[in-house]
Nanobody
């Protein structure tokens, strides 16, 4: 089970840090990905990190602005978002899976939490 938090309202150019808190010992063994969904749009991949944090992946539009990291002791994955833009406005979700390819793509059996709202004003 993963739970997202840390969203909010910020002006363009501002920063937010999202958290994806996991439970259970298995958290340390699987990759975690962040997705987002804006109103009227499909859910899209944002970033992913492998089980030990040594491999990361980002969608092109957030490269250089977003940084994904994890703390396996605290069983939490973070998404540091800098230089936010209005087009980053969305509900952000996280999910876990065994591999990077699985965690960075949408699957028919994905289980999602409630997400956390990020709103960037211009």
């Amino acid at each position: 089970h993963l739970e997202e938090s840390g969203g909010g309202l910020v002006q363009a150019g501002g920063s937010l840090k999202l958290s994806c808190a996991g439970s259970g010992r298995n958290f340390r063994t699987y990759a975690v990905g962040w997705f987002r969904q804006a109103p009227g749009k499909e859910r899209q991949f944002v970033a992913a990190i492998n089980w030990n944090g040594e491999s990361t992946q980002y969608r092109d539009s957030v490269k250089g602005r977003f940084t994904i990291s994890r703390d396996n002791i605290k069983t939490t994955v973070f998404l540091q978002m800098n230089n936010l833009k209005p087009e980053d406005t969305a509900v952000y979700y996280c999910k876990g899976d065994d591999t990077m390819p699985l965690v960075s793509t949408l699957g028919s059996t994905d289980v999602w939490g409630q997400g956390t709202q990020v709103t960037v004003s211009s």
